[in-house]
């Protein structure tokens, strides 16, 4: 009897150290992560999300211990990108940029399959007013010629923006100046648009600053959105009322644990507080931003009382 209490008392020790060892999948004492993590860029190479994206990496690489690895989902204004995280495993093994208003916009779209406010936000990384620019040989040098044209030949200018994102700032911005377009979408983002603006095949193209500030030896530009002046882009006059700010961040799908989010937000913080990273943010006009989980969900929340009327 004695030696069977031991061999009980052995089997039942040996069961309770066992499950001592077993950890919850979502728990951050899982030794999370301990492989490489998927990065989804839904917008082609050269574009704002894809400089994120590669800013971002070294340090994501750095604080997190693993390899960080881009994948391009483009398509739908975004809503590519978007759906195929929205379907991922939440375990914080893919993330994805994420590009407000964007989100918001392309949610819209039918069957896209996804929620903006369902998502897991990381955190928002940097932002940057709208911009209206033209070729750098276009015969339009400033804002006043390019709306007396467009006032002149009603819908024959051609304005060129990415997707249906693109078609409600411009709206905003046409409304405000009193003209009337024809809108080119463009699909892919900044960088399909981009070589469209500078190979003369549209009148004038409109995105974020950011771009004006880096394409300038290409581009000229008319106008940007917002209360002030940009010192990037020095003698480019503004217009208040015009509401155009695409902001850039890093989203995780639906459900994904809250304590693998924490870690994620705090391997940003890292990588943003770079002394490279803010000097190239700086240097191409953008405002870095550094956001909690919680405050990033409540500006993405922003966005979405704007644009889903």
């Avoid at 066992?18 to 492989?35: E, T």
């Avoid at 800013?55 to 739908?76: D, F, H, M, N, S």
């Avoid at 893919?94 to 208003?101: A, D, G, L, M, Q």
């Avoid at 507080?273 to 993405?300: F, I």
Wanted: charged residues 15%.
């Amino acid at each position: 009897m004695k030696k069977k209490h031991k061999y009980l008392s052995g089997v039942i020790l040996g069961a309770f150290a066992v499950a001592s060892l077993v950890i919850p999948a979502g728990s951050a004492s899982a030794q999370y992560p301990d492989k490489p993590i998927t990065f989804i860029v839904p917008y082609s190479p050269g574009g704002g999300s894809d400089q994120q994206a590669r800013r971002l990496q070294p340090g994501l690489e750095k604080a997190l211990g693993v390899q960080v690895r881009i994948v391009y989902k483009t398509g739908g204004g975004g809503a590519v990108g978007f759906g195929e995280l929205a379907r991922s495993n939440p375990d914080g093994y893919t993330i994805s940029n994420v590009v407000v208003p964007n989100i918001v916009i392309s949610a819209k779209g039918k069957d896209v399959g996804y929620k903006p406010g369902d998502f897991s936000y990381i955190g928002m990384t940097a932002r940057a007013v709208g911009s209206l620019m033209v070729p750098k040989n276009s015969k339009y040098k400033t804002l006043a010629q390019f709306v007396a044209a467009a006032k002149a030949n009603p819908g024959k200018l051609t304005v060129a923006g990415v997707g249906n994102t693109g078609a409600a700032n411009f709206a905003e911005l046409a409304d405000i100046l009193g003209i009337k377009t024809t809108y080119v979408p463009v699909s892919g983002g900044v960088g399909k648009m981009m070589p469209m603006l500078q190979g003369n095949h549209v009148d004038a193209g409109m995105t974020s600053s950011s771009h004006a500030v880096k394409h300038r030896a290409t581009v000229d530009t008319l106008v940007i959105a917002g209360p002030e002046t940009s010192g990037a882009l020095p003698g480019v006059p503004n217009e208040p009322k015009w509401t155009y700010v695409t902001t850039w961040g890093v989203m995780a799908p639906p459900g994904t644990p809250a304590d693998r989010v924490a870690i994620l937000n705090a391997a940003l913080y890292k990588a943003t507080a770079d002394p490279k990273v803010k000097e190239v943010v700086e240097k191409n006009g953008l405002q870095q931003m550094r956001q909690t989980p919680a405050e990033a969900k409540a500006y993405v929340g922003v966005s979405i009382k704007k644009f889903s009327k």
